[in-house]
């Protein structure tokens, strides 16, 4: 009796499949995005209970670096970078998003290029003075290419270079809430910042489950998701309770390594445009999937929006 209690407990808890779900947790915008508070105190507070909490949660997080960040008057600064070591050495994977974020589709293929080398500047030695090394890239405003050309010769680019491109699927409007957020706590507003926080959760687990159902319905079964977020006050805060969210709907923490071991990635892209949008959508339209599919995609709430303006 015991033993099939134990069996009906396992069968419970695990989603259908039978498959446990899986999500990487992406942190773009490294070392923090603090809305031009120079503090050091303030930085270092933010990215250390960044840290202690994805360590806490047994998150096996990669965050991605604009190199532009770690420099003060044109020279490296050593405050900076020793955020980006304390990411490493608490066992975090970094990865290149740029030296100074640009946009793919504003500027051209050599100008693009030659800001990812720079990208690569500082963040590369720390990793391979750990034994460790830089394979990952994730695209500002995730533009890939505007065009199948374009967006080839990117890719053919990345590829010579070692890299592997870093994808999203579950894709969100998390800097909307992380501005609105700042702003309330700027100016001192309780109340406001616990709303902002509240309705962020359940934000981002509509979103998980959105992205979760879309899944089911190119695939016919879960994929490895990869969950975009920034380096915010509001994540800094709030990580736990993320981490509480996507526990309880079935998933575990896995790395970038393990998530795109997921046969879905290898899924073609076939439709290029303007956008910046997840690959889930990407794989959706490249199957001929019309708006009718997207219909359900939650939104963000209007007093963000007012709030972020």
């Known amino acids: 009796m015991r033993r099939f209690?134990?069996?009906?407990?396992?069968?419970?808890?695990?989603?259908?499949?039978?498959?446990?779900?899986?999500?990487?947790?992406?942190?773009?915008?490294?070392?923090?995005?603090?809305?031009?508070?120079?503090?050091?105190?303030?930085?270092k507070a933010l990215i250390n209970k960044l840290i202690a909490s994805l360590k806490k949660n047994d998150i096996p997080a990669i965050g991605f670096v604009n190199e532009q960040q770690?420099?003060?008057?044109?020279?490296?600064?050593l405050f900076r970078l020793s955020l980006i070591k304390s990411w490493v050495d608490n066992g975090l994977d970094l990865g290149n998003h740029t030296f100074s974020h640009p946009?793919?589709?504003?500027?051209?293929?050599?100008?693009?290029?030659?800001?990812?080398?720079?990208?690569?500047?500082?963040?590369?030695?720390?990793?391979?003075?750990?034994g460790r090394s830089l394979k990952y890239f994730r695209h500002p405003y995730?533009?890939?290419?505007?065009?199948?050309?374009?967006?080839?010769?990117?890719?053919?680019?990345?590829?010579?270079?070692?890299?592997?491109?870093?994808?999203?699927?579950?894709?969100?409007?998390?800097?909307?809430?992380?501005?609105a957020y700042h702003r309330a706590?700027?100016?001192?507003?309780?109340?406001?910042?616990l709303r902002i926080g509240h309705d962020y959760l359940a934000y981002m687990e509509r979103k998980a489950l959105y992205f979760e159902r879309q899944?089911?319905?190119?695939?016919?079964?879960?994929?490895?998701?990869?969950?975009?977020?920034?380096?915010?006050?509001?994540?800094?805060d709030y990580i736990d309770s993320l981490a509480m969210v996507f526990r309880k709907?079935?998933?575990?923490?896995?790395?970038?390594?393990?998530?795109l071991h997921d046969e879905a990635y290898q899924t073609e892209v076939t439709v290029y445009g303007a956008w910046g949008i997840s690959w889930m959508d990407?794989?959706?339209?490249?199957?001929?999937?019309?708006?009718?599919f997207f219909t359900d995609d939650p939104e963000t709430p209007e007093y963000i929006h007012k709030l972020a303006e």
């Open 185 to 193: 706590k700027a100016k001192n507003d309780t109340a406001l910042a």
């Open 249 to 259: 709907n079935g998933y575990v923490f896995v790395s970038m390594d393990q998530a």
């Open 70 to 77: 770690l420099y003060e008057d044109g020279h490296p600064d």
């Open 103 to 130: 946009d793919y589709n504003k500027i051209s293929y050599e100008e693009y290029t030659q800001d990812i080398i720079k990208g690569e500047t500082l963040t590369k030695p720390i990793l391979e003075s750990r």
């Open 282 to 292: 990407r794989w959706a339209l490249s199957q001929g999937k019309k708006r009718d």
């Open 142 to 179: 995730l533009h890939v290419g505007d065009t199948k050309a374009k967006a080839d010769s990117l890719a053919g680019f990345l590829s010579r270079r070692g890299y592997t491109v870093a994808p999203v699927t579950i894709d969100n409007e998390d800097y909307l809430f992380a501005l």
């Open 215 to 236: 899944a089911g319905r190119l695939f016919g079964r879960d994929i490895s998701q990869i969950l975009l977020i920034h380096a915010s006050r509001l994540n800094a």
């Open 5 to 43: 209690l134990l069996l009906w407990l396992i069968a419970a808890v695990l989603p259908a499949s039978g498959q446990q779900k899986k999500v990487c947790i992406s942190v773009d915008d490294l070392p923090v995005v603090s809305y031009g508070i120079q503090d050091t105190v303030f930085r």
